[in-house]
Nanobody
């Protein structure tokens, strides 16, 4: 059974950092692309970063480029999202999602389309406030 479990959310001050974890079970990361999405109150869910299963290549939305880093540890079957220089507008529930594909994310037409991902975690709250 495929399962994704996020952790690491919490309260951070503007300019601070948090590291989110997404532990996968029931499949191996090499066979799935993993994305981090977020949803703020009253807003649509948006993708912020993704990592290919086949080769570990990565993509970032412009709003987080240079501040967030996505990575994975295949031995632990875990994907991370390191978030630095946090801003109040980063406040949201963060979700990880998995898509069974061998295609690198950079060739996808819509890597941040939620419909492309079959499996989702329950989410972890990130609040950036002073």
């Amino acid at each position: 059974q495929v399962q994704l479990v996020e952790s690491g959310g919490g309260l951070a001050q503007p300019g601070g950092s948090l590291r989110l974890s997404c532990v996968a079970s029931g499949f191996t990361l090499e066979r799935y692309a993993i994305a981090w999405f977020r949803q703020a109150p009253g807003k649509e869910r948006e993708g912020v970063s993704c990592i290919s299963g086949s080769d570990g290549t990565t993509l970032y939305k412009d709003s987080v480029k240079g501040r967030f880093i996505i990575s994975r540890d295949t031995a632990k079957n875990t994907v991370y999202l390191e978030m630095n220089s946090l801003k109040p507008e980063d406040t949201a529930i963060y979700y990880c999602a998995a898509s069974q594909t061998s295609l690198p994310v950079e060739v996808w037409d819509y890597p941040y389309d939620p419909d492309e991902y079959e499996h989702w975690g329950q989410g972890t709250q990130v609040t950036v406030s002073s």
